[in-house]
Protein backbone atom coordinates (compact mmCIF):
# COMPACT_ATOMS: atom_id res chain seq x y z
CA UNK A 1 0.00 0.00 0.00
CA UNK A 2 1.09 3.43 -0.69
CA UNK A 3 2.99 4.64 2.69
CA UNK A 4 5.13 7.29 4.32
CA UNK A 5 8.47 6.16 5.07
CA UNK A 6 7.76 6.22 8.83
CA UNK A 7 4.78 4.00 7.94
CA UNK A 8 6.79 1.57 6.09
CA UNK A 9 9.71 1.30 8.71
CA UNK A 10 7.14 0.99 11.52
CA UNK A 11 5.90 -1.90 9.54
CA UNK A 12 8.92 -3.50 9.01
CA UNK A 13 9.75 -3.28 12.58
CA UNK A 14 6.59 -4.51 14.02
CA UNK A 15 5.64 -7.76 11.44
CA UNK A 16 6.28 -10.07 13.93
CA UNK A 17 4.93 -9.10 17.19
CA UNK A 18 2.22 -7.46 14.89
CA UNK A 19 -0.64 -10.47 16.21
CA UNK A 20 -0.02 -9.80 19.35
CA UNK A 21 -0.44 -5.93 19.14
CA UNK A 22 -3.53 -6.12 17.17
CA UNK A 23 -5.33 -7.93 19.21
CA UNK A 24 -4.90 -5.10 21.66
CA UNK A 25 -5.73 -2.51 19.57
CA UNK A 26 -9.24 -3.97 18.26
CA UNK A 27 -11.05 -7.77 18.21
CA UNK A 28 -12.05 -9.91 15.80
CA UNK A 29 -15.95 -8.51 16.18
CA UNK A 30 -14.62 -5.40 13.63
CA UNK A 31 -13.96 -7.77 11.20
CA UNK A 32 -16.97 -9.82 11.57
CA UNK A 33 -19.14 -6.67 10.99
CA UNK A 34 -17.15 -5.89 7.80
CA UNK A 35 -17.46 -9.33 6.65
CA UNK A 36 -21.32 -8.77 8.07
CA UNK A 37 -21.70 -5.73 5.83
CA UNK A 38 -20.38 -7.10 2.46
CA UNK A 39 -23.04 -9.92 1.91
CA UNK A 40 -20.36 -12.38 -0.02
CA UNK A 41 -21.42 -15.19 -1.97
CA UNK A 42 -19.06 -18.79 -2.73
CA UNK A 43 -18.33 -17.79 -5.98
CA UNK A 44 -16.86 -14.55 -5.38
CA UNK A 45 -13.18 -13.39 -5.37
CA UNK A 46 -12.35 -10.78 -2.98
CA UNK A 47 -9.20 -8.31 -2.29
CA UNK A 48 -8.16 -7.21 1.39
CA UNK A 49 -6.38 -4.37 0.80
CA UNK A 50 -3.64 -3.70 3.56
CA UNK A 51 -4.00 -6.95 4.62
CA UNK A 52 -1.30 -7.38 7.52
CA UNK A 53 -0.95 -10.41 9.02
CA UNK A 54 -3.70 -11.56 7.25
CA UNK A 55 -6.58 -10.74 10.12
CA UNK A 56 -9.35 -9.78 7.61
CA UNK A 57 -8.48 -12.88 5.04
CA UNK A 58 -8.44 -15.15 7.80
CA UNK A 59 -12.05 -14.78 8.25
CA UNK A 60 -12.67 -14.17 4.61
CA UNK A 61 -10.92 -17.33 3.31
CA UNK A 62 -13.91 -19.82 4.59
CA UNK A 63 -16.74 -17.75 2.85
CA UNK A 64 -15.68 -16.97 -0.95
CA UNK A 65 -13.78 -18.85 -3.85
CA UNK A 66 -10.42 -16.36 -4.13
CA UNK A 67 -9.30 -13.64 -1.36
CA UNK A 68 -6.44 -11.64 -3.06
CA UNK A 69 -4.16 -10.32 0.24
CA UNK A 70 -2.54 -7.03 -0.57
CA UNK A 71 -0.08 -5.47 1.47
CA UNK A 72 3.13 -2.64 1.08
CA UNK A 73 5.28 -4.67 3.56
CA UNK A 74 6.93 -7.96 2.74
CA UNK A 75 7.39 -8.89 6.02
CA UNK A 76 4.19 -8.52 7.09
CA UNK A 77 3.08 -10.92 4.24
CA UNK A 78 5.85 -13.44 5.11
CA UNK A 79 4.02 -13.52 8.59
CA UNK A 80 0.58 -13.42 7.00
CA UNK A 81 1.56 -16.86 4.57
CA UNK A 82 2.70 -18.47 8.25
CA UNK A 83 -0.88 -17.37 9.50
CA UNK A 84 -2.60 -18.58 6.62
CA UNK A 85 -1.35 -21.68 5.59
CA UNK A 86 -4.43 -23.77 6.37
CA UNK A 87 -5.90 -21.63 3.43
CA UNK A 88 -5.53 -22.78 -0.21
CA UNK A 89 -7.85 -19.56 -1.89
CA UNK A 90 -5.41 -17.43 -1.05
CA UNK A 91 -2.98 -15.54 -3.23
CA UNK A 92 -0.27 -12.88 -1.58
CA UNK A 93 0.77 -9.63 -3.46
CA UNK A 94 3.15 -7.09 -2.38
CA UNK A 95 1.87 -3.63 -4.28
CA UNK A 96 1.67 0.12 -3.83
CA UNK A 97 -2.29 0.56 -2.55
CA UNK A 98 -2.35 3.65 -5.59
CA UNK A 99 -1.80 0.59 -8.45
CA UNK A 100 -3.51 -2.55 -6.75
CA UNK A 101 -2.54 -5.42 -9.06
CA UNK A 102 -6.05 -6.33 -10.71
CA UNK A 103 -7.72 -5.32 -13.66
CA UNK A 104 -10.52 -3.13 -13.93
CA UNK A 105 -13.94 -4.64 -12.95
CA UNK A 106 -12.51 -7.85 -11.43
CA UNK A 107 -13.23 -8.38 -7.90
CA UNK A 108 -16.73 -8.72 -6.60
CA UNK A 109 -15.79 -6.79 -3.30
CA UNK A 110 -12.52 -5.19 -1.26
CA UNK A 111 -11.69 -4.72 2.16
CA UNK A 112 -9.55 -2.05 3.81
CA UNK A 113 -8.84 -2.59 8.04
CA UNK A 114 -7.10 0.27 9.85
CA UNK A 115 -5.24 0.68 6.18
CA UNK A 116 -6.97 4.68 5.06
CA UNK A 117 -5.28 6.14 7.35
CA UNK A 118 -2.26 5.15 6.64
CA UNK A 119 -2.14 6.57 2.93
CA UNK A 120 -1.71 10.11 1.90
CA UNK A 121 -4.66 10.22 -0.18
CA UNK A 122 -7.25 8.48 1.12
CA UNK A 123 -9.47 9.23 -2.25
CA UNK A 124 -7.22 8.29 -4.33
CA UNK A 125 -7.20 4.95 -2.16
CA UNK A 126 -10.97 4.74 -2.61
CA UNK A 127 -10.72 5.07 -6.25
CA UNK A 128 -8.27 2.60 -6.97
CA UNK A 129 -10.64 0.18 -5.03
CA UNK A 130 -13.45 0.99 -7.03
CA UNK A 131 -11.46 0.78 -10.20
CA UNK A 132 -11.22 -2.76 -9.41
CA UNK A 133 -14.88 -3.63 -8.77
CA UNK A 134 -16.99 -5.02 -11.12
CA UNK A 135 -20.16 -3.45 -11.50
CA UNK A 136 -22.62 -4.25 -8.64
CA UNK A 137 -19.38 -4.89 -6.32
CA UNK A 138 -18.91 -3.72 -3.03
CA UNK A 139 -16.18 -1.91 -0.80
CA UNK A 140 -15.88 -2.14 2.69
CA UNK A 141 -13.80 -0.08 5.09
CA UNK A 142 -13.00 -0.20 8.80
CA UNK A 143 -11.00 2.20 10.27
CA UNK A 144 -10.86 5.19 12.86
CA UNK A 145 -13.48 7.94 14.09
CA UNK A 146 -11.47 11.74 13.84
CA UNK A 147 -10.01 11.63 17.53
CA UNK A 148 -7.36 14.12 19.05
CA UNK A 149 -4.53 12.06 19.42
CA UNK A 150 -1.87 13.32 17.84
CA UNK A 151 1.32 10.80 19.43
CA UNK A 152 -0.51 7.94 17.66
CA UNK A 153 0.96 9.94 14.14
CA UNK A 154 4.44 9.67 15.59
CA UNK A 155 4.27 6.18 17.55
CA UNK A 156 2.30 4.47 15.04
CA UNK A 157 3.21 6.13 11.91
CA UNK A 158 -0.40 7.32 11.26
CA UNK A 159 -0.60 9.61 8.33
CA UNK A 160 -4.60 10.99 9.49
CA UNK A 161 -6.21 11.30 12.91
CA UNK A 162 -9.17 8.92 11.85
CA UNK A 163 -12.26 10.37 9.91
CA UNK A 164 -15.38 12.31 9.74
CA UNK A 165 -17.98 10.50 8.49
CA UNK A 166 -19.51 12.53 6.35
CA UNK A 167 -16.09 13.31 4.61
CA UNK A 168 -15.99 8.74 4.36
CA UNK A 169 -19.91 9.04 2.67
CA UNK A 170 -18.49 12.29 0.25
CA UNK A 171 -15.43 10.44 -0.75
CA UNK A 172 -17.43 6.96 -1.50
CA UNK A 173 -20.05 8.66 -3.35
CA UNK A 174 -17.52 10.95 -5.23
CA UNK A 175 -15.33 7.24 -6.40
CA UNK A 176 -18.94 6.35 -7.83
CA UNK A 177 -20.33 4.36 -5.14
CA UNK A 178 -24.62 3.93 -4.46
CA UNK A 179 -25.85 2.57 -1.23
CA UNK A 180 -23.28 4.21 1.02
CA UNK A 181 -23.95 3.30 4.64
CA UNK A 182 -21.31 4.77 7.19
CA UNK A 183 -21.73 3.37 10.49
CA UNK A 184 -19.78 2.21 13.80
CA UNK A 185 -19.34 -1.34 14.51
CA UNK A 186 -19.70 -0.73 18.20
CA UNK A 187 -16.06 -1.56 19.01
CA UNK A 188 -13.23 0.46 19.65
CA UNK A 189 -9.33 1.30 18.78
CA UNK A 190 -7.60 1.42 22.18
CA UNK A 191 -4.15 2.11 22.38
CA UNK A 192 -1.21 3.49 24.81
CA UNK A 193 1.18 6.11 24.60
CA UNK A 194 4.89 4.50 24.73
CA UNK A 195 6.02 7.69 26.37
CA UNK A 196 5.76 7.92 29.57
CA UNK A 197 6.33 11.89 29.09
CA UNK A 198 4.16 12.34 26.81
CA UNK A 199 2.60 15.88 27.22
CA UNK A 200 -0.69 15.25 25.27
CA UNK A 201 -3.69 17.06 27.62
CA UNK A 202 -5.86 13.83 27.02
CA UNK A 203 -3.51 11.76 28.34
CA UNK A 204 -1.37 8.50 27.07
CA UNK A 205 -4.41 6.23 26.91
CA UNK A 206 -6.52 6.46 23.43
CA UNK A 207 -9.78 4.83 23.25
CA UNK A 208 -11.61 5.36 19.44
CA UNK A 209 -14.61 4.50 17.96
CA UNK A 210 -14.57 1.97 14.76
CA UNK A 211 -16.74 2.80 11.88
CA UNK A 212 -17.56 0.77 8.71
CA UNK A 213 -17.97 2.44 5.66
CA UNK A 214 -19.99 0.29 2.55
CA UNK A 215 -21.15 1.42 -0.89
CA UNK A 216 -21.86 -0.15 -4.54
CA UNK A 217 -20.21 -0.09 -7.58
CA UNK A 218 -23.21 1.47 -10.15
CA UNK A 219 -24.29 -0.83 -12.61
CA UNK A 220 -26.38 1.70 -14.53
CA UNK A 221 -29.65 0.20 -14.73
CA UNK A 222 -32.19 3.41 -15.44
CA UNK A 223 -32.51 3.80 -18.72
CA UNK A 224 -33.06 -0.46 -18.64
CA UNK A 225 -35.97 -0.46 -16.52
CA UNK A 226 -37.34 3.12 -17.95
CA UNK A 227 -37.33 1.01 -21.40
CA UNK A 228 -39.34 -2.15 -20.03
CA UNK A 229 -41.81 -0.12 -18.23
CA UNK A 230 -42.32 2.02 -20.76
CA UNK A 231 -43.41 -1.10 -22.67
CA UNK A 232 -45.90 -1.99 -20.20
CA UNK A 233 -48.14 0.60 -20.86
CA UNK A 234 -47.68 -0.02 -24.46
CA UNK A 235 -48.58 -3.66 -24.23
CA UNK A 236 -51.86 -2.79 -21.73
CA UNK A 237 -52.85 -0.40 -24.51
CA UNK A 238 -52.71 -2.80 -27.36
CA UNK A 239 -53.85 -5.69 -24.51
CA UNK A 240 -50.61 -8.30 -24.94
CA UNK A 241 -49.66 -10.46 -22.35
CA UNK A 242 -46.38 -8.86 -22.03
CA UNK A 243 -44.07 -7.99 -18.60
CA UNK A 244 -41.72 -5.31 -18.71
CA UNK A 245 -41.14 -6.07 -22.38
CA UNK A 246 -40.72 -9.38 -22.69
CA UNK A 247 -42.81 -12.06 -24.05
CA UNK A 248 -43.77 -14.05 -21.14
CA UNK A 249 -46.62 -15.61 -19.28
CA UNK A 250 -44.78 -13.43 -15.87
CA UNK A 251 -46.01 -10.11 -14.79
CA UNK A 252 -43.83 -7.37 -13.11
CA UNK A 253 -44.92 -7.12 -9.64
CA UNK A 254 -48.17 -7.98 -10.41
CA UNK A 255 -50.16 -10.98 -9.36
CA UNK A 256 -47.81 -13.92 -11.41
CA UNK A 257 -44.43 -15.39 -10.66
CA UNK A 258 -40.72 -14.26 -11.48
CA UNK A 259 -39.03 -17.54 -11.25
CA UNK A 260 -40.61 -19.01 -7.81
CA UNK A 261 -41.54 -15.80 -6.26
CA UNK A 262 -45.20 -14.76 -6.35
CA UNK A 263 -46.21 -10.85 -6.61
CA UNK A 264 -49.17 -9.93 -4.61
CA UNK A 265 -50.63 -6.37 -4.22
CA UNK A 266 -52.98 -7.10 -1.30
CA UNK A 267 -55.38 -4.42 -1.93
CA UNK A 268 -59.59 -5.17 -0.82
CA UNK A 269 -62.06 -5.77 -2.78
CA UNK A 270 -63.72 -2.46 -1.53
CA UNK A 271 -60.23 -0.53 -2.42
CA UNK A 272 -60.47 -1.65 -6.05
CA UNK A 273 -63.90 -1.16 -6.56
CA UNK A 274 -63.09 2.73 -5.52
CA UNK A 275 -60.52 2.91 -7.49
CA UNK A 276 -60.06 4.11 -11.20
CA UNK A 277 -60.82 1.08 -13.43
CA UNK A 278 -57.82 1.99 -15.53
CA UNK A 279 -55.23 2.71 -13.20
CA UNK A 280 -56.17 -0.72 -10.99
CA UNK A 281 -55.54 -2.53 -14.36
CA UNK A 282 -52.06 -1.20 -14.56
CA UNK A 283 -51.24 -1.78 -11.38
CA UNK A 284 -47.67 -3.09 -10.74
CA UNK A 285 -47.24 -3.24 -6.69
CA UNK A 286 -46.12 -5.95 -4.25
CA UNK A 287 -47.92 -4.47 -1.42
CA UNK A 288 -50.25 -1.67 -0.67
CA UNK A 289 -48.26 0.95 1.05
CA UNK A 290 -51.96 2.71 2.43
CA UNK A 291 -52.68 -0.03 4.81
CA UNK A 292 -51.02 1.38 7.85
CA UNK A 293 -50.41 4.96 6.96
CA UNK A 294 -53.40 6.53 8.39
CA UNK A 295 -53.76 9.41 5.65
CA UNK A 296 -55.88 12.01 7.18
CA UNK A 297 -58.12 14.63 5.67
CA UNK A 298 -55.89 17.83 4.48
CA UNK A 299 -52.48 15.91 4.40
CA UNK A 300 -50.22 16.09 1.32
CA UNK A 301 -49.17 12.94 -0.14
CA UNK A 302 -46.10 12.06 -2.29
CA UNK A 303 -46.07 8.92 -4.60
CA UNK A 304 -42.64 7.99 -5.75
CA UNK A 305 -42.63 6.02 -9.00
CA UNK A 306 -47.05 6.72 -8.94
CA UNK A 307 -47.09 4.53 -12.72
CA UNK A 308 -50.61 4.39 -13.56
CA UNK A 309 -51.74 5.88 -10.77
CA UNK A 310 -53.49 3.75 -8.62
CA UNK A 311 -52.33 4.16 -4.97
CA UNK A 312 -52.49 8.06 -5.89
CA UNK A 313 -55.97 7.67 -6.55
CA UNK A 314 -56.47 5.75 -3.43
CA UNK A 315 -54.66 8.43 -1.54
CA UNK A 316 -56.47 11.33 -3.36
CA UNK A 317 -59.95 9.95 -1.63
CA UNK A 318 -58.64 9.93 1.99
CA UNK A 319 -57.19 13.08 2.15
CA UNK A 320 -60.14 14.26 1.16
CA UNK A 321 -60.68 18.04 -1.33
CA UNK A 322 -58.99 19.80 1.29
CA UNK A 323 -55.48 17.40 1.03
CA UNK A 324 -53.45 16.90 -2.30
CA UNK A 325 -51.68 13.84 -4.03
CA UNK A 326 -48.56 14.04 -5.86
CA UNK A 327 -47.65 11.17 -8.40
CA UNK A 328 -43.84 11.00 -9.53
CA UNK A 329 -42.91 9.02 -11.69
CA UNK A 330 -40.05 8.81 -14.71
CA UNK A 331 -42.16 7.42 -17.13
CA UNK A 332 -43.55 9.74 -19.97
CA UNK A 333 -46.32 6.86 -21.06
CA UNK A 334 -47.02 5.93 -17.16
CA UNK A 335 -47.74 9.43 -16.73
CA UNK A 336 -49.67 10.45 -19.77
CA UNK A 337 -52.08 7.61 -18.88
CA UNK A 338 -52.52 8.60 -15.15
CA UNK A 339 -53.34 12.55 -15.93
CA UNK A 340 -55.67 10.77 -19.01
CA UNK A 341 -57.49 8.97 -15.66
CA UNK A 342 -57.39 11.84 -13.57
CA UNK A 343 -59.21 13.87 -16.07
CA UNK A 344 -61.59 11.41 -17.12
CA UNK A 345 -62.61 10.47 -13.55
CA UNK A 346 -62.53 14.06 -12.34
CA UNK A 347 -60.08 13.53 -9.76
CA UNK A 348 -58.89 17.13 -9.00
CA UNK A 349 -56.67 16.63 -5.73
CA UNK A 350 -53.81 14.92 -7.37
CA UNK A 351 -51.30 16.13 -10.01
CA UNK A 352 -48.42 13.87 -11.78
CA UNK A 353 -44.90 15.31 -12.15
CA UNK A 354 -42.00 13.83 -14.38
CA UNK A 355 -39.28 12.88 -11.94
CA UNK A 356 -36.52 10.21 -10.37
CA UNK A 357 -36.56 8.65 -6.95
CA UNK A 358 -33.55 10.11 -6.62
CA UNK A 359 -33.92 13.97 -7.68
CA UNK A 360 -37.80 14.35 -6.10
CA UNK A 361 -39.36 17.39 -7.37
CA UNK A 362 -40.89 18.64 -4.78
CA UNK A 363 -40.08 21.27 -2.17
CA UNK A 364 -37.83 20.64 1.02
CA UNK A 365 -40.05 19.92 3.81
CA UNK A 366 -43.19 20.08 1.49
CA UNK A 367 -45.32 17.04 2.21
CA UNK A 368 -46.68 14.83 5.16
CA UNK A 369 -46.77 11.67 4.11
CA UNK A 370 -44.65 9.40 1.13
CA UNK A 371 -45.87 6.55 -0.38
CA UNK A 372 -44.26 4.09 -2.71
CA UNK A 373 -45.57 0.49 -3.93
CA UNK A 374 -42.28 -1.76 -5.47
CA UNK A 375 -40.18 1.36 -7.05
CA UNK A 376 -37.27 2.00 -4.81
CA UNK A 377 -35.98 -1.43 -5.61
CA UNK A 378 -35.68 -0.41 -9.32
CA UNK A 379 -33.53 2.34 -8.12
CA UNK A 380 -29.65 1.91 -7.88
CA UNK A 381 -28.89 4.85 -5.55
CA UNK A 382 -31.64 3.53 -2.87
CA UNK A 383 -29.61 5.55 -0.37
CA UNK A 384 -30.16 8.49 -1.80
CA UNK A 385 -33.95 7.75 -2.79
CA UNK A 386 -34.48 7.73 1.65
CA UNK A 387 -32.09 10.25 1.49
CA UNK A 388 -34.68 12.80 -0.44
CA UNK A 389 -37.90 11.26 0.85
CA UNK A 390 -36.63 12.87 4.12
CA UNK A 391 -35.88 16.22 2.56
CA UNK A 392 -39.15 16.60 1.15
CA UNK A 393 -40.94 15.68 4.37
CA UNK A 394 -42.54 17.55 6.95
CA UNK A 395 -40.88 17.80 10.23
CA UNK A 396 -42.77 14.78 11.80
CA UNK A 397 -43.48 13.69 8.31
CA UNK A 398 -43.99 9.57 7.94
CA UNK A 399 -42.37 7.10 5.18
CA UNK A 400 -44.95 4.01 4.22
CA UNK A 401 -43.00 1.96 1.54
CA UNK A 402 -44.28 -1.72 0.29
CA UNK A 403 -41.02 -3.03 -1.50
CA UNK A 404 -39.38 -6.25 -2.84
CA UNK A 405 -36.18 -7.37 -0.62
CA UNK A 406 -34.07 -10.18 -0.29
CA UNK A 407 -32.97 -13.03 2.54
CA UNK A 408 -29.39 -12.43 1.36
CA UNK A 409 -27.33 -11.48 -1.65
CA UNK A 410 -28.31 -12.45 -5.44
CA UNK A 411 -25.56 -14.86 -7.86
CA UNK A 412 -23.26 -12.67 -8.68
CA UNK A 413 -23.98 -13.51 -12.61
CA UNK A 414 -27.36 -12.16 -12.42
CA UNK A 415 -26.74 -8.69 -10.68
CA UNK A 416 -26.35 -7.21 -14.42
CA UNK A 417 -30.04 -8.62 -16.06
CA UNK A 418 -32.33 -5.50 -17.10
CA UNK A 419 -35.13 -8.02 -17.07
CA UNK A 420 -34.17 -9.07 -13.68
CA UNK A 421 -34.29 -5.49 -12.74
CA UNK A 422 -37.54 -4.96 -14.05
CA UNK A 423 -39.36 -7.57 -12.72
CA UNK A 424 -38.14 -6.06 -9.08
CA UNK A 425 -36.32 -9.39 -8.03
CA UNK A 426 -32.21 -8.29 -9.37
CA UNK A 427 -32.30 -4.65 -7.77
CA UNK A 428 -33.85 -6.15 -4.34
CA UNK A 429 -31.20 -5.57 -1.65
CA UNK A 430 -31.00 -7.94 1.25
CA UNK A 431 -33.76 -6.88 3.82
CA UNK A 432 -30.73 -5.71 6.60
CA UNK A 433 -29.22 -3.33 3.79
CA UNK A 434 -32.28 -2.14 3.05
CA UNK A 435 -32.90 -0.58 6.60
CA UNK A 436 -29.79 0.43 7.13
CA UNK A 437 -30.25 2.79 4.34
CA UNK A 438 -33.28 4.11 5.79
CA UNK A 439 -31.83 4.78 9.10
CA UNK A 440 -28.83 6.46 7.67
CA UNK A 441 -31.18 8.54 5.85
CA UNK A 442 -32.08 10.30 9.46
CA UNK A 443 -35.57 8.44 10.07
CA UNK A 444 -36.77 6.90 13.09
CA UNK A 445 -39.00 4.44 14.51
CA UNK A 446 -38.66 2.13 11.95
CA UNK A 447 -41.12 -0.64 11.69
CA UNK A 448 -41.17 -3.98 9.13
CA UNK A 449 -43.93 -6.07 8.66
CA UNK A 450 -43.96 -9.07 6.16
CA UNK A 451 -46.30 -8.22 3.14
CA UNK A 452 -48.22 -10.70 0.50
CA UNK A 453 -45.32 -11.24 -2.12
CA UNK A 454 -42.66 -13.74 -1.34
CA UNK A 455 -40.79 -16.87 -2.62
CA UNK A 456 -37.68 -17.86 -3.76
CA UNK A 457 -35.28 -16.61 -6.36
CA UNK A 458 -32.32 -18.92 -7.32
CA UNK A 459 -31.93 -19.88 -3.81
CA UNK A 460 -32.56 -16.82 -2.14
CA UNK A 461 -35.17 -15.81 -0.56
CA UNK A 462 -37.46 -12.83 -1.96
CA UNK A 463 -40.43 -11.25 -0.33
CA UNK A 464 -42.20 -8.17 0.22
CA UNK A 465 -42.46 -5.75 3.07
CA UNK A 466 -44.16 -2.42 4.10
CA UNK A 467 -42.00 -0.05 6.07
CA UNK A 468 -43.04 2.51 8.35
CA UNK A 469 -40.74 5.35 9.26
CA UNK A 470 -40.94 8.70 10.57
CA UNK A 471 -38.92 11.75 10.39
CA UNK A 472 -38.02 13.35 13.66
CA UNK A 473 -38.84 16.61 14.78
CA UNK A 474 -36.07 18.55 16.43
CA UNK A 475 -38.60 20.06 19.25
CA UNK A 476 -38.98 16.49 20.50
CA UNK A 477 -35.04 15.09 20.28
CA UNK A 478 -34.12 11.51 20.85
CA UNK A 479 -31.06 10.27 22.45
CA UNK A 480 -28.03 10.21 20.21
CA UNK A 481 -26.13 6.87 19.69
CA UNK A 482 -22.86 5.36 18.52
CA UNK A 483 -24.57 4.66 15.37
CA UNK A 484 -27.04 7.37 14.80
CA UNK A 485 -23.73 9.60 14.54
Request: aromatic share 8%.
Amino acid sequence: MTMTESSSRYFQQVAEQWDNLRAGYFSEAVRDTAIRKAYLRPEMAVADVGSGTGFVAAGLAPLVKRVYAVDGSQQMLDVAKKNLAAFANIEYHVADGATLPFPADSLDAAFANMYLHHTPDPLAAIREMVRCLRPGGRLVITDMDAHPYAWLKEEMADVWQGFERDQVRAWFEEAGLVNVVVDCTGQSCCAESQNSTISDARGRSASISIFVATGTRRLQMRDAVQENYAAVVEAKSSNENTCCGSNSSSSCCSGTKYEDVTFKTGYSASELAAAPGEAADISLGCGNPLALAGLKNGEVVLDIGSGGGLDAFLAAERVGSTGRVIGVDMTPQMLERARATALKNGISNVEFRQGFAEDLPGETQSVDVIISNCVINLTEDKGRVFREAFRVLKMGGRLEVSDMVTSGPVPVELRESAIGWSECVMGALPEAEYLDLITQAGFTNIKTRRSASMGDAFGIAVYSVIVSAVKPDPAHPQAASCCGS
